[in-house]
């Protein structure tokens, strides 16, 4: 009979495969996870830097601007149809645009 404490060299093994298993199989799930968020996050402040450029719009007759958020710069141009928010994307730049009507 076997009196050691501890666990084998070989269960060791195993418990160290599977956890490497687990690890390797979550991280690009997180990491895909959490580029989503950002890109996300994004396009929800080139709403509100939309919704600001047609309010300043309305108020001033105002056609462009650019404004900061979270240390990125979104830009806005106004034509007689839309309005386009530009902005940088996680991975490209990214357009936002919006059919208007007074």
């Excluded at 956890?19 to 509100?48: C, D, G, V, W």
């Excluded at 830097?49 to 979104?74: F, Q, R, S």
């Amino acid at each position: 009979m076997n009196n050691s404490r501890g666990f084998s060299l070989p269960e060791t093994i195993v418990s160290l495969s599977v956890i490497f298993l687990i690890a390797t199989t979550l991280l690009p799930l997180l990491s895909n996870m959490a580029t989503q968020l950002e890109e996300k996050r994004r396009k929800y402040h080139s709403s509100i830097v939309m919704h600001e450029g047609i309010k300043m719009h309305i108020a001033e007759n105002i056609l462009g601007g650019k404004m900061h958020m979270d240390n990125l710069l979104y830009t806005f141009e106004i034509d007689e149809e839309q309005i386009c928010v530009n902005y940088e994307g996680m991975r490209e730049e990214k357009y936002n645009c919006l059919s208007i009507s007074f």
